[in-house]
């Protein structure tokens, strides 16, 4: 860009206001459950009157125990220990519990469906553009599974030995 030529951001209008509108067309459902995801990240300083009928008086009993609450401070800002918090709740909060449970999930299909089409678009790109639909199937079935282990003895047991004739 040459110092003397100005800016001119009237052709960058556009594009972002796009943007934003896109934006805001993909996370609508984010605006509906912002109080769920406002309990999600603190129950202790949520406002119960705010919270479902189902679940306030389980808020009310978490909110005035004292342990938790500690334990939810020490934790605060750590999400990898947040949801070990969540699924460690006592049985006496089974709404709130399943509520978490609910939020924690959507987080985690996300991130697979995304890890999917990821391999996907990896694995047929224009380079390996002859795989059909169950090369493709097959393929991302082995990368997406995370616990596949080959069992040797039984693949040994099934292959047969190819015996050149007799030795003398």
Known sequence: MDSGTPFSSIKYTDAIAKLQEEFDDRFVDFKTHTATFQMFADPFS??????????QMELIDLQCNSELKA??????????????FMR???????EISRMFKQIMCLFGSTYLCEKLFST?????????????????????????????????????????????????
């Open 46 to 55: 949520f406002n119960v009157e705010d919270a479902p009928p189902v679940l």
């Open 71 to 84: 334990k939810f401070r020490d934790i605060n800002g750590k999400t990898d220990k947040l949801g070990q």
């Open 88 to 94: 460690e709740l006592p049985t006496n909060f089974p």
């Open 120 to 168: 996907m678009n990896f694995n047929k790109s224009k380079y390996r553009a002859k795989l059909t639909d169950e090369h493709l199937q097959a393929i991302l079935r082995v990368s997406v599974a995370s616990s596949l282990k080959p069992n040797v003895a039984e693949l040994c047991r099934r292959k047969r030995c190819q015996v050149s004739g007799n030795k003398k």
